[in-house]
């Protein structure tokens, strides 16, 4: 079994990757008016109505050390109390444990401390909705979606390159790259990907040489907009002067419209976000 340390930050590095493949020779373009007016429109129409969805979300990595981990099976329901809306089913292929059902419902509880806080600021006639944002070595990254640039654009579909930000200084923005499929006639997201452009060292004890890992987006109701349905990823990283492969993949199925535990909630659709582990 892979130890929990390194299963985090392989799982970091299978967040490092791309969707869409560049041409060569053909750097991205600042987007047209009307470019722009779709990007934000995609987003808008993307946005993830977290508290009304229940799923069964099946995850899996596996790696060159420390080999097939086993099928990490969770259902989710916003429905229930907080504590328990995390129901592990499977985890790395076995029963869970007492301590591993604890830690669900840990992570339920604190996902309602989240849910709560958010309820609170949103109720500022002031509030204004933080950007979407990724998880990359345990600290979050900005997608600047006011400055989006083409890739490629064609009858059916955009490809925009969103650049990062972020106030820390140790994760290296120049060497990775967010791309955005854009639907033109459904005005949605269809994929999100980020890729490793050059090899980079992560807190001194990995070094990702090679990634990429993808979101796709799926509308499973008409009445609703699209769902996160897949994160696929694979790398190629160095942990200690060990080189390590491996692919990571996480399904959601099952899905069910559901009532939030706490309508408090007042703003139903939240930002884009990539899962955190």
Do not use: C
């Amino acid at each position: 079994m892979v130890p929990k340390a390194m299963r985090r930050l392989l799982f970091t590095a299978s967040l490092l990757l791309t969707a869409a493949v560049l041409r060569a020779g053909d750097p991205p373009r600042p987007a047209t008016a009307d470019e722009m007016a779709l990007f934000k429109e995609a987003l808008r129409n993307s946005a993830q109505d977290t508290e009304h969805w229940a799923y069964t979300e099946t995850s899996q990595l596996k790696a060159s050390k420390g080999g097939n981990q086993g099928e990490t099976i969770v259902r989710f329901d916003p429905s229930k109390p907080y504590g328990e809306q995390y129901t592990p089913l499977l985890v790395e292929g076995r029963a869970p444990t007492e301590r591993q059902l604890r830690e669900y419902r840990r992570k339920g509880e604190k996902r309602g401390v989240q849910v709560a806080r958010a309820a609170a600021a949103a109720k500022d006639p002031d509030y204004v909705p933080p950007p979407p944002q990724l998880k990359i070595a345990g600290g979050g990254v900005t997608l600047d979606a006011a400055n989006p640039r083409v890739v490629e654009a064609g009858p059916d579909r955009v490809v925009f390159e969103v650049p990062l930000q972020s106030k820390r200084t140790d994760i290296p923005l120049e060497k990775l790259q967010v791309l955005a499929v854009v639907d033109r006639a459904a005005r949605r997201v269809e994929t999100v990907s980020l890729r490793v452009r050059e090899a980079f060292r992560m807190k001194l004890i990995a070094k990702v040489k090679a990634g990429e890992a993808r979101l796709d987006f799926t509308v499973v109701d008409p009445r609703f907009g699209p769902v996160i349905t897949n994160l696929t990823g694979d790398f190629n990283v160095s942990l200690l002067f060990i080189p390590v492969n491996g692919t990571f993949t996480r399904t959601r199925t099952e899905w069910k419209r559901v009532k939030s535990f706490d309508e408090r909630l007042q703003v139903k659709l939240g930002p884009l976000q990539f899962l955190d582990s």
